[in-house]
């Protein structure tokens, strides 16, 4: 299972909000391209980046610091907030993005998501399924959608998308364990899909219980800023 902890940009700070919540952030670092030395320099390979400027702007606005990342380490990116259109997608992959996140846009704008995975490799693409009471989330999760969860997995991935980030809003930055039953559920119900976990997680245990029900990949945000888990624990989980 890929441990890919996160990075959350707001004015090139690294940050953390509280169930999507814009008004309960919390700034851990003002250089993030550091935080991300640390964690290539610990054993880690991949790196969740996400543009909470984009995702409530529509329009990337990060791309500078995404680029400063891949310039300074190996780290695996994958990026997303506000990449709702082909220019979006190519700046980002030129920036140094292995992979997109895409969630708003495949909501609001599915015939110009579903041509963009005509002209590129679906795996350059990862599905973002934010959810809230079993609704997609978009916009930063300040809207909810009327999509719900399964519905919108299954619409793409007859479409060749895999990899798909699925996040309980209501578990993000709370520390008090991730959606396992949830993520079960998907992972019986779609037999294709390569689900990462995000949101809740709050110690090595739970990786444990995401990894033992399938789950690909798990992204560790809060739990490592604030102490929960330290870079040693997850060097060793990697190795």
Known sequence: M???PAIDLINGQCVRLSQGDYDRKTVYTNNPVDQAKLF????????????????????SENLKVLEA???NTDLKIDFGGGIRSKSAVDSALSAGAKQL?????AVKEVENFIELLKNYDPGTFILSADFKD???????????SSWSLSEFIASYLKYGLREVVCTDVSKDGMLNGPSVEAYKDLIQEFSDLELIASGGVQSLDDLDKLKEIGCTGAIIGKAYYEGRINLKELGSYVS
């Open 40 to 59: 290539a320099d610990h054993g880690i390979q991949n790196l969740h980046l996400v543009d909470l400027d984009g995702a409530k702007s529509g329009r």
């Open 101 to 105: 996140n895409i969630g708003s846009f």
């Open 69 to 71: 990342i891949a310039n």
């Open 134 to 144: 079993d609704f997609i989330a978009i916009h930063g999760w300040q809207e909810q």
């Open 2 to 4: 890929k441990i890919i």
